[in-house]
């Protein structure tokens, strides 16, 4: 076996590493201990509320390592700078309906007063 051959006997393949990567999660949150198992990598989490126990459900998956003709590679950087152009616009959308709900209200107290 050429020393080519023998690196990618080495290496680890796709699913294995998905596979540590996920129980690697699993054990270092505590999940598994915590939560009941009801798929693979997915949990069931107790929360104890008032209102009694509710379930909090929590699914680990490994990101794409690798681009492929119809998936990007996973990009920290790409994925926070689109989780805050959400959060973004939930705060936008939510500025716009408490302004139309001021403007509904001031209207109504015009109309009454």
Do not use: C, H, W
């Amino acid at each position: 076996m050429g020393e080519r051959g023998k690196i990618m006997a080495d290496k680890m393949k796709k699913d294995e590493l998905d596979t540590l990567v996920r129980d690697t999660v699993i054990n270092t949150l505590g999940i598994a201990s915590n939560g009941t198992q009801i798929g693979v990598s997915e949990y069931a989490i107790p929360v104890e509320t008032p209102e009694g126990v509710f379930y909090a459900k929590v699914k680990v998956t490994a990101a794409q390592r690798t681009a492929t003709k119809a998936t990007a590679a996973f990009d920290l950087d790409v994925a926070v700078e689109k989780f805050n152009a959400l959060m973004d616009k939930r705060a936008a959308n939510a500025a716009e309906r408490e302004a139309k709900k001021a403007e509904k209200a001031a209207k109504a107290e015009k109309v009454e007063g």
